[in-house]
């Protein structure tokens, strides 16, 4: 394993557990920016999954996401002064969905550019 997938893997690591724990303060960000956030996060975090696996398992790495995404609010749906929301997780799902689309176009398109006849 390369030190970038290590690194990326290291990094994947520290978001989900601050995602797990910034979430249990008793304070939630204002409509509409919290799904701006919420998109921003899983889509990076589906990034940084996608680097520590190359790219090779890009639906575990999707479906990954979406499940920590569906677990998270699930959690917060029993802390006081928290709630669980679909439209949350429904933000966390699309940027998993987004972000590994794109990330699987350009991995395709790579392929192409590197195997054409020069």
């Known amino acids: 394993m390369r030190i970038e997938q ?5 990094c994947a690591t520290a978001m989900v557990a601050q995602i797990f724990t910034l979430n249990s303060l008793p304070f ?13 996060a899983y ?3 589906t990034l940084l999954l996608w680097i520590g696996t190359e790219g090779r398992r ?7 996401v979406m499940v920590l995404g569906a677990a998270d609010e699930l959690r917060q749906a029993f802390l006081p002064m928290r709630s669980a929301d ?6 966390d799902a699309l ?10 176009f ?5 392929a192409c550019v590197e195997s054409s006849p020069r």
Do not use: N
């Not at 679909?86 to 933000?91: I, M, Q």
């Not at 940027?95 to 699987?104: E, F, H, N």
């Open 6 to 10: 290590r690194f990326a893997l290291l």
């Open 28 to 40: 939630e960000l204002h409509e509409p920016w919290d799904k701006f956030w919420h998109f921003l």
């Open 43 to 45: 889509a990076a975090l």
């Open 58 to 64: 890009a639906a575990l790495v999707v479906g990954a």
């Open 86 to 91: 679909v439209l949350d997780f429904a933000a």
């Open 95 to 104: 940027a998993a969905v987004i972000t590994g689309s794109t990330l699987l």
């Open 106 to 110: 350009l991995q395709g398109k790579r």
